[in-house]
């Protein structure tokens, strides 16, 4: 059996299954993970999500930001849709709702100790230990199969940029969707910084990369993430990223995780992909 990673699929089908074919990917003796966000943005989200979905308990994959903008769309109406939105394909489905119940049961945070992985879309934050935003990722799932409506209703926003297990509830599970699905950057003392998007390199002087924090808690398991295209393929023996950006005119990347294997990558086959400044 062999353990793959692939990054955000952003509606990537064409690439996505050309990559399970350079894979030579068996659903009934390999197993995949994916990094969410496996639509939007991209021309086939439809697609995506129903082939992820038939492939049943071969797939382990967390919830993405993305994702998550799509469940909000589908449970609190069309105000929270944008203009770049590419989700009329899944929202119009005949199998929409089985589509949604789905992917709203996704988790935030996956891991294999066979592997000695774990899984989230975008990043954990400084001030948590493992047990912690494992409680949190329950916490998150369990509120948005409870209530989806008031979960996602307070969902957006950027603050709190600080932890403190006095939070609200909804102060509580924000910071952590926020950690889970849209973390790049974090002060010196630990402060979310979301609103800057682009690489390490141009990153104003006052922030690091999440998983450079000095005042990380130590996780001891490789952090297979994806979300940060700008940052592109990452691989240390601590940290994996893997979103290189296909919905962009990028890449789609697979990484062995259960032995040491060689980066396997399919280029964007569209002939006018998207623009990520624009």
Known sequence: MAIYAIGDLQGCYDEFARLLDRLAFDERRDHLWLTGDLVNRGPQSLLCLRSVKALGSAVTTVLGNHDLHLLAIAHLGRQHSRPDDTLDDILGAPDRDELLDWLQRQPLLQQDKRIDCLMVHAGLSPHWDKRTAKQLAQEVSAALIADPMSFLAAMYGDKPTRWSSTLSENDRLRYAVNCFTRLRYVT??????????????????????????PLRAPIKQRIVFGHWSALGLYATPEFLGLDTGCVWGGALTAARLDQPAPIMQVPCTRAHPLDPTA
């Open 188 to 213: 010196a003392d630990g402060a979310l910084m979301l609103k800057y998007k682009g690489p390490p390199a141009t990153a104003p002087a006052d922030v690091i990369p999440w998983f450079q924090s």
